[in-house]
């Protein structure tokens, strides 16, 4: 009888701990620009040529979107050009040069991810973050500029392909401070994040409380949820404050191929030990075309610096 009483009490101090566990309580893989497939043969030969580092810059490429996602992968970054009077947008990373992509359209990426949601419904929330591409850069087309128009339709085509499973700005920031759902409740849906500042990101924060996607505003603006930190080395003891006050936080680990090439660590190993919740690369398993042996894991476990409520066996999916 003892031993019975004993076994469901530690059944039920585990069903506490996981309802319990809330959504920044943990810390996962993501990958950088996910959409992105191989530079055209041509065009990396014309830019080592003209740009060598650039060119060593660029030399990285992805798997599909749902394969990244079956090994493990919760956060995805995609960036998108606006195409005036077309109910979609293209989905690339430099006009003409770097643009071929595992989904095309805007559309196409998230049916996707709604797809894959759809046959793996226990799925720790998806972060998706958007970059609103309309930079000059010389000797190609100038890209449309994001107006209030541009930004409506991108909030537009998230709610026409994950309604009713997305995480809004304002079921997160009530009365003034941050509340992040529980895990168990939070399974299965998406959060999306505008990646900008500026102009483009002011124009979206005058949508008030009909905001889709959360911005990357710093406290204490009310609107401070997420922030995008990218370099763990210089802004270590930052993002480990911002985490310890509740914001979730996206670093990265590796940028421009430069740590896969040497198989330099330090930077992931600050951006895991900082506690920020997403820790987006380009080198996922095995996944390193240089065979260096620089690689990022695990994929989903507790924060190194909260998850009181967390323990790495009740985030199976």
Same mark, same amino acid.
């Given at each position: 009888m003892k031993i019975a009483l004993l076994v469901i009490s530690l059944i039920t101090a585990n069903l506490t701990?996981?309802?319990?566990?809330?959504?920044?309580?943990?810390?996962?893989?993501?990958?950088?620009?996910?959409?992105?497939? &191989?530079?055209?043969?041509?065009?990396?030969?014309?830019?080592?040529?003209?740009?060598?580092?650039?060119? &060593?810059? !660029?030399?990285y490429h992805h798997i599909a979107i749902s394969e990244q996602l079956?090994?493990?992968?919760?956060?995805?970054?995609?960036?998108?050009?606006?195409?005036?009077?077309?109910?979609?947008?293209t989905v690339g990373h430099i006009q003409v040069i770097d643009m071929q992509?595992?989904?095309?359209? !805007?559309?196409?990426?998230?049916?996707?991810?709604?797809g894959w949601s759809l046959r793996n419904p226990d799925h720790i929330p998806i972060w998706i973050s958007f970059n609103a591409k309309d930079n000059l850069l010389e000797g190609l087309p100038a890209p449309n500029r994001f107006d209030s128009i541009a930004l409506a339709s991108l909030d537009q085509i998230l709610l026409d392909e994950l309604n009713g499973k997305l995480i809004l700005p304002r079921m997160v920031l009530i009365d003034g401070?941050?509340?992040?759902?529980?895990?168990?409740?939070a399974r299965g849906t998406f959060l999306v994040v505008l990646d900008e500042g500026g102009i483009k990101r002011d124009l979206y924060l005058e949508n008030g409380d009909l905001r889709v996607m959360f911005t990357t505003v710093d406290p204490p603006h009310p609107a401070a949820a997420i922030q995008i930190i990218n370099d763990p080395v210089a802004d270590f003891d930052l993002i480990q404050s911002r985490v310890l006050s509740g914001f979730m936080v996206r670093t990265r680990a590796d940028a421009n191929t430069i740590e896969a090439r040497q198989d330099d660590t330090t930077r992931r190993d600050k951006a895991?030990?900082?506690?920020?919740?997403?820790?987006?690369?380009?080198?996922?398993?095995?996944?390193?075309?240089?065979?260096?042996?620089y690689s990022v894991t695990p994929m989903?476990?507790?924060n190194p610096i909260l998850g009181s409520n967390c323990r790495a066996d009740l985030l199976i999916e």
């Open positions: 701990m996981a309802g319990d566990m809330r959504i920044n309580e943990l810390q996962f893989i993501g990958s950088h620009n996910s959409y992105k497939k &191989a530079m055209l043969a041509e065009h990396m030969t014309v830019l080592k040529v003209r740009n060598p580092e650039i060119a &060593a810059f !660029l030399d079956d090994i493990g992968i919760r956060k995805l970054e995609l960036d998108v050009f606006y195409e005036p009077g077309v109910d979609d947008f992509s595992n989904c095309v359209t !805007l559309r196409e990426c998230l049916r996707q991810l709604n401070g941050l509340v992040w759902p529980k895990l168990e409740a895991l030990a900082s506690g920020a919740q997403v820790i987006s690369t380009d080198y996922y398993q095995d996944s390193n075309p240089f065979k260096t042996g989903i476990t507790c």
